[in-house]
């Protein structure tokens, strides 16, 4: 009698490469308040957490991130802006999720 080889593999290495893990889309608006999507009032940093919680057993290993500039359209970004950034970057290093930063001058989109 002639054996059968199986083959057994698993997919979470997969899901764990941060090229082809899953990820998630997340927005923050820089301002003295900063918001989520602009005119929301949602704390971004909440929502992110959120998202991580949600999809905490996927495994997320990136984060793309909308930061929209909206209310910096006639001035140049200040500390208060930095700060903001530094802190959503921050919470992305200490819950081990990359992120892709993608600067929106405004909140609309155009097509």
């Known amino acids: 009698m002639k054996r059968k080889r199986v083959l057994v593999f698993s997919l979470r290495p997969l899901l764990l490469n941060p090229d082809r893990g899953l990820r998630m889309e997340t927005y923050i608006t820089l301002g003295e308040t900063p918001e989520s999507y602009p005119g929301s009032a949602q704390d971004p940093y909440e929502k992110l957490l959120g998202l991580i919680e949600k999809y905490g057993e996927d495994n997320p290993?990136?984060?793309?991130?909308?930061?929209?500039?909206?209310?910096?359209?006639?001035?140049?970004?200040?500390?208060?802006?930095?700060?903001?950034?530094?802190?959503?970057?921050?919470?992305?290093?200490?819950?081990?999720?990359?992120?892709?930063?993608?600067?929106?001058?405004?909140?609309?989109?155009?097509?």
């Open 61 to 111: 290993t990136v984060v793309q991130l909308y930061v929209y500039l909206t209310r910096y359209n006639e001035k140049p970004l200040d500390d208060n802006a930095f700060a903001h950034m530094e802190k959503m970057f921050q919470l992305c290093r200490d819950n081990r999720v990359r992120n892709i930063d993608l600067m929106a001058p405004t909140g609309v989109c155009v097509s």
